[in-house]
């Protein structure tokens, strides 16, 4: 079955840095875009980042451009997300998601279970 | 940037009711729309994509409508489980969430 596990969150000091990963198994993972969704505590929904299959093709958030960068390695079915400059309203849960090849409209059928990036002095 | 607003904000109803969510987009999306399930603690869950086609394992309860800038999410026959927030998402251009419908048990 797809399992999407994500890794890596944390507690930081503003300005600092991590690396969040997803390890994806179930699917042949270099098949398929991928996102990064994070949600504040009691807050909404917010895309962060997506890259294509073959890491052709990557959009970023207004809000993360610049300090994110998304990217993955097919050989090892994994996705990652080097987060730089942490700023306080950075601080979520992210999620990893797979995003839906039988679709027009980009649902995202597969969710991790989510890592919590904590940002504060 | 196309905004999602969903109404109400929270939905009070019993079991065995239906329910009905709506979600507006500032610009027509056609029926790039789809709907998520989130329960406490938890991912949220796709159930509607396309604006009407249910995901694999969604209960045939759950229905969705619409397209241009008017989309429903209907849950007839409301079971306990299906009290949660509920958020729709499209990609039509960039991608964005609206800020999420509460159902809640009345």
């Known amino acids: 079955q797809v399992q999407l596990v994500e890794s890596g969150g944390g507690l930081v000091k503003p300005g600092g840095s991590l690396r969040l990963s997803c390890a994806a198994s179930?699917?042949?993972?270099?098949?398929?875009?991928m996102i990064w969704i994070r949600q504040a505590p009691g807050k909404g929904l917010e895309w962060v980042s997506y890259i294509s299959s073959g890491s052709t093709h990557i959009k970023y958030a207004d809000s993360v451009r610049g300090r994110f960068t998304i990217s993955r390695d097919n050989a090892k079915n994994s996705l990652y997300l080097q987060m730089n400059s942490l700023r306080v309203e950075d601080m979520a849960v992210y999620y990893c998601?797979?995003?839906?090849?039988?679709?027009?409209?980009?649902?995202?059928?597969?969710w991790g279970q989510g890592t919590l990036v904590t940002v504060s002095s | 940037e196309i905004v999602l607003t969903q109404s109400p904000a929270t939905l009070s109803l019993s079991p065995g009711e239906r329910a009905t969510l709506s979600c507006r987009a500032s610009q027509s999306i056609s029926t790039y729309l789809a709907w998520y399930q989130q329960k406490p603690g938890q991912a949220p869950r796709l159930l509607i994509y396309?604006?009407?086609n249910r995901a694999t394992g969604i209960p045939a309860r759950f229905s969705g409508s619409g397209s241009g800038t008017d989309f429903t999410l209907t849950i007839s026959n409301l079971e306990p489980e299906d009290f949660a927030v509920y958020y729709c998402q499209q990609r039509s251009n960039s991608i964005t969430f609206g800020q999420g419908t509460r159902l809640e048990i009345k």
């Open positions: 998601a797979r995003v839906s090849r039988s679709a027009s409209g980009w649902p995202f059928d597969y």
């Open positions: 396309d604006a009407s």
């Open positions: 179930g699917f042949t993972f270099s098949d398929y875009y």
